[in-house]
């Protein structure tokens, strides 16, 4: 007989959902967080987009401390001395909630208590060291030369999952699995926010960034977002390619974002809150390991749940629903009375039926897109070369579209063919 | 004994009251106190003795004493109701020692020396006062034998050594060893367990010895000190005589028989 039906390890938002739904179902369920409290570790983009929470907390845009509701959204491509934007703004998005920006530190501590309130049993500031295995099954967890043991244990514990590598559940994390997220948090008043951004009331801005000015082999995406009288500003930095690079530092990259002449302004005279790194989810679906085996699944980052596009970085809610359907499937092993790797085996199963996996399987190749020389460098130099030549009046004749593109490819780094067939590819793998 | 205090980073004076405002601030215990813990679970290993740990404050504390017997303590007993709030150090330690005294018979107390978020040092050295027992202060180790208490207390320019019969208090300086943390088997039992909570009928205290009323500190003013602008110049070593004159000049540094 074990202690607990389920163990879930990590209470981000895959383990809190996770706990929640099973202690919904009256299962007696053990929820562990390294952090005290919940949030107080973790580093993240920080917007919540979709309605994931929908499901286990239907009044969740009350429930959860929210900072702004996403109505501007912005993807810019950050030259030395230019900035171009595609810039999206919609009041379609006050009916239709797209996403909310969200300080982590709130969020996670919030749905941790509605774990709590549903019955679950939650433990702070104490990190598990490994499962606890018997005759190769999975039977509790293993802290300071303990055995707490449970029918199933859920590893939700984020994207540098040290339990399940230390366990042999997952190999361990390569330069390709992740990016390197460093990110500052800056207090600033609410109405100069608003000023700054154009936006009213709770209306919120999320960007991302291209950081093209860059030099050498560092590639890097930027991510601004406005919180209530806060703006949480990083860079997420391939680790790859810093290591090809050998001379940039992630704090330099992080330092000539937040200095760059087109971004300073929106941040001055804001307080440095809080600097803080952490790795982020970016192999696509190669980097999920196996996500379920006997008495064990794997949910949220830890199993390499994320997506970004670079128009788009969404975590949380693939955290959410995987851990919503890690729990269901525990709680359909449970009326089994069976918690084998073919009982747990609908995981899985539910997963390729959801957006989470149909979603980093159409999407497999799109780190060629994300993380390449024609994103980071020839696209922002051909597009800075044109608009500066069709906004920049010379008294000369000016001359036509076709022509000016020519021309403004000429300093890209690549040829005609090249740019054609790169494009190309682009298209079909966003 | 412990108290849960905010987190140093996250509090503020209230400019109009003159305290603390603690309502946003994340609660943690308070350093000195974790040493204090840890003192008295190294006396309980080696003795076997029964560790309770008390702690005065508002229901949020429960999650600090259930810290506590992670670590490894027997009991914890927050007291806490609405009467108690305010109390100044008089008052806070009155309310302690009739707490300490109703637990039962007692061979230690341990506390630390003082607080973060008020630094006066006062309460452990107040509850000896009111249990009428002696007390021992700036302890870094101790260990029991037999009837007696060896402490060695930081004196700051040397290290007194002290063996004392218990009962005894005493307080623990901040950083004197390293706290264990919780495990996660002894974190699961003391959330089964739970902690007791006594309040102002439990201790049966006149209302006017407790809480506000039962406190004669006034605070009669308060000053916040202005930040002072610091001018930021970076020389090289061929400016040095520059910077001399002009720190000379500015009254920054002068002759030595000046100063």
Same mark, same amino acid.
């Given at each position: 007989?074990?202690?607990?039906?389920?163990?879930?390890?990590?209470?981000?938002?895959?383990?809190?959902?996770a706990?929640?739904r099973m202690?919904?179902k009256?299962?007696?369920? &053990?929820?562990?967080?390294?952090?005290?409290?919940?949030?107080?570790?973790?580093?993240?983009?920080?917007?919540?987009?979709?309605?994931?929470?929908?499901e286990i907390?239907?009044?969740?845009?009350?429930?959860?401390? &929210?900072?702004?509701?996403?109505?501007?959204?912005?993807?810019?491509?950050?030259?030395?001395?230019?900035?171009?934007?595609?810039?999206?703004?919609?009041?379609?998005?006050?009916?239709?909630?797209?996403?909310?920006?969200?300080?982590?530190?709130?969020?996670?501590?919030?749905?941790?208590?509605?774990?709590?309130?549903?019955?679950?049993?939650?433990?702070?500031?104490?990190?598990?060291?490994?499962?606890?295995?018997?005759?190769?099954?999975?039977?509790?967890?293993?802290?300071?030369?303990?055995?707490?043991?449970?029918?199933?244990?859920?590893?939700?514990?984020?994207?540098?999952?040290?339990?399940?590598?230390?366990?042999?559940?997952?190999?361990?994390?390569?330069?390709?699995?992740?990016?390197?997220?460093?990110?500052?948090?800056?207090?600033?008043?609410?109405?100069?926010?608003?000023?700054?951004?154009?936006?009213?009331?709770?209306?919120?801005?999320?960007?991302?960034?291209?950081?093209?000015?860059?030099?050498?082999?560092?590639?890097?995406?930027?991510?601004?977002?406005?919180?209530?009288?806060?703006?949480?500003?990083?860079?997420?930095?391939?680790?790859?390619?810093?290591?090809?690079?050998?001379?940039?530092?992630?704090?330099?990259?992080?330092?000539?974002?937040?200095?760059?002449?087109?971004?300073?302004?929106?941040?001055?005279?804001?307080?440095?809150?809080?600097?803080?790194?952490?790795?982020?989810?970016?192999?696509?679906?190669?980097?999920?390991?196996?996500?379920?085996?006997?008495?064990?699944l794997?949910?949220?980052?830890?199993?390499?749940?994320?997506?970004?596009?670079? &128009?788009?970085?969404?975590?949380?809610?693939?955290?959410?629903t995987s851990g919503i359907a890690a729990a269901d499937t525990v709680i359909e092993a449970?009326?089994?009375?069976?918690?084998?790797?073919?009982?747990?085996?609908s995981y899985?199963?539910k997963?390729?039926?959801?957006?989470?996996?149909?979603?980093?399987?159409?999407?497999?190749?799109?780190?060629?897109?994300?993380?390449?020389?024609?994103?980071?460098?020839?696209?922002?130099?051909?597009?800075?070369?044109?608009?500066?030549?069709?906004?920049?009046?010379?008294?000369?004749?000016?001359?036509?579209?076709?022509?000016?593109?020519?021309?403004?490819?000429?300093?890209?780094?690549?040829?005609?063919?090249?740019?054609?067939?790169?494009?190309?590819?682009?298209?079909?793998?966003? | 004994?412990?108290?849960?205090?905010?987190?140093?980073?996250?509090?503020?004076?209230?400019?109009?009251?003159?305290?603390? $405002?603690?309502?946003?601030?994340?609660?943690?215990?308070?350093?000195?106190?974790?040493?204090?813990?840890?003192?008295?679970?190294?006396?309980?290993?080696?003795?076997?003795?029964?560790?309770?740990?008390?702690?005065?404050?508002?229901?949020?504390?429960?999650?600090?004493?259930?810290?506590?017997?992670?670590?490894?303590?027997?009991?914890?007993?927050?007291?806490?109701?609405?009467?108690?709030?305010?109390?100044?150090?008089?008052?806070?330690?009155?309310?302690?020692?009739?707490?300490?005294?109703?637990?039962?018979?007692?061979?230690?107390?341990?506390?630390?020396?003082?607080?973060?978020?008020?630094?006066?040092?006062?309460?452990?050295?107040?509850?000896?006062?009111?249990?009428?027992?002696?007390?021992?202060?700036?302890?870094?180790?101790?260990?029991?034998?037999?009837?007696?208490?060896?402490?060695?207390?930081?004196?700051?320019?040397?290290?007194?050594?002290?063996?004392?019969?218990?009962?005894?208090?005493?307080?623990?300086?901040? $950083?004197?060893?390293?706290?264990?943390?919780?495990?996660?088997?002894?974190?699961?039992?003391?959330?089964?367990?739970?902690?007791?909570?006594?309040?102002?009928?439990?201790?049966?205290?006149?209302?006017?010895?407790?809480?506000?009323?039962?406190?004669?500190?006034?605070?009669?003013?308060?000053?916040?000190?202005?930040?002072?602008?610091?001018?930021?110049?970076?020389?090289?070593?061929?400016?040095?005589?520059?910077?001399?004159?002009?720190?000379?000049?500015?009254?920054?540094?002068?002759?030595?028989?000046?100063?």
């Amino acid at each position: 007989m074990s202690e607990f039906d389920a163990i879930v390890v990590g209470a981000g938002p895959a383990g809190s959902s996770a706990a929640i739904r099973m202690a919904n179902k009256k299962l007696n369920v &053990l929820l562990v967080e390294r952090a005290d409290p919940p949030g107080s570790k973790n580093v993240s983009g920080g917007i919540l987009w979709g309605n994931a929470l929908a499901e286990i907390i239907p009044e969740w845009e009350k429930d959860i401390p &929210l900072e702004r509701l996403i109505t501007h959204k912005g993807t810019t491509f950050l030259t030395k001395d230019s900035s171009i934007s595609i810039d999206f703004r919609s009041t379609k998005f006050l009916e239709n909630h797209s996403g909310y920006s969200v300080l982590r530190a709130r969020m996670d501590n919030a749905l941790a208590n509605s774990a709590r309130k549903a019955g679950a049993m939650v433990v702070t500031g104490v990190t598990v060291d490994r499962v606890a295995k018997e005759e190769g099954k999975v039977v509790g967890v293993e802290q300071d030369g303990e055995i707490i043991t449970s029918d199933a244990v859920i590893l939700a514990e984020g994207a540098n999952p040290r339990v399940a590598i230390d366990s042999g559940l997952r190999k361990p994390i390569g330069d390709q699995d992740v990016a390197i997220g460093v990110k500052q948090i800056i207090r600033l008043p609410e109405n100069t926010i608003n000023e700054r951004f154009n936006l009213k009331g709770s209306e919120g801005f999320a960007g991302e960034y291209v950081l093209s000015y860059l030099e050498g082999e560092a590639e890097a995406g930027g991510f601004l977002y406005t919180n209530k009288d806060t703006i949480s500003i990083g860079a997420v930095i391939s680790s790859s390619k810093l290591r090809e690079d050998g001379q940039t530092h992630s704090y330099d990259i992080m330092e000539s974002f937040v200095q760059h002449p087109h971004i300073a302004p929106l941040l001055e005279g804001g307080k440095l809150e809080e600097y803080s790194a952490h790795l982020v989810c970016e192999g696509g679906i190669d980097s999920v390991p196996r996500i379920y085996g006997d008495g064990y699944l794997i949910a949220g980052d830890a199993a390499g749940f994320s997506f970004s596009n670079g &128009l788009m970085i969404q975590g949380m809610n693939y955290a959410i629903t995987s851990g919503i359907a890690a729990a269901d499937t525990v709680i359909e092993a449970k009326e089994r009375g069976n918690f084998s790797s073919d009982s747990l085996a609908s995981y899985e199963r539910k997963l390729e039926d959801s957006y989470v996996l149909k979603d980093l399987k159409n999407f497999r190749n799109i780190d060629k897109v994300t993380w390449s020389r024609v994103t980071h460098r020839a696209i922002p130099k051909i597009a800075e070369n044109l608009l500066y030549s069709m906004y920049h009046e010379t008294g000369r004749p000016k001359k036509h579209l076709m022509q000016m593109i020519l021309e403004s490819s000429r300093d890209s780094g690549m040829s005609k063919s090249q740019l054609i067939l790169e494009s190309y590819r682009m298209m079909r793998r966003m | 004994m412990i108290k849960q205090v905010p987190d140093a980073e996250e509090i503020f004076i209230d400019p109009v009251k003159f305290t603390l $405002n603690r309502a946003s601030a994340r609660g943690i215990i308070n350093p000195a106190d974790e040493n204090a813990l840890e003192l008295a679970l190294q006396i309980k290993d080696k003795t076997g003795m029964e560790l309770v740990v008390i702690t005065m404050g508002p229901p949020q504390a429960e999650t600090a004493l259930i810290e506590c017997m992670g670590r490894g303590a027997d009991r914890g007993i927050l007291i806490t109701d609405r009467v108690f709030a305010a109390a100044d150090t008089y008052a806070t330690s009155l309310t302690l020692a009739a707490a300490v005294k109703k637990i039962g018979d007692f061979n230690l107390v341990v506390a630390g020396e003082s607080t973060t978020d008020s630094g006066t040092g006062h309460v452990g050295p107040g509850v000896a006062q009111f249990l009428d027992i002696d007390q021992v202060t700036y302890v870094t180790s101790a260990y029991v034998d037999k009837e007696n208490v060896h402490c060695e207390r930081d004196l700051e320019d040397a290290v007194e050594v002290v063996e004392t019969p218990m009962p005894v208090l005493l307080t623990v300086l901040m $950083n004197s060893n390293i706290p264990r943390h919780s495990t996660l088997r002894k974190k699961i039992d003391a959330i089964r367990k739970g902690i007791e909570k006594w309040d102002h009928d439990t201790l049966n205290l006149p209302p006017d010895w407790v809480g506000l009323k039962g406190s004669p500190t006034i605070v009669g003013a308060l000053r916040i000190p202005q930040e002072r602008k610091r001018e930021g110049k970076l020389i090289t070593l061929d400016d040095i005589p520059e910077m001399v004159k002009e720190l000379y000049e500015k009254g920054v540094i002068g002759k030595e028989e000046e100063l």
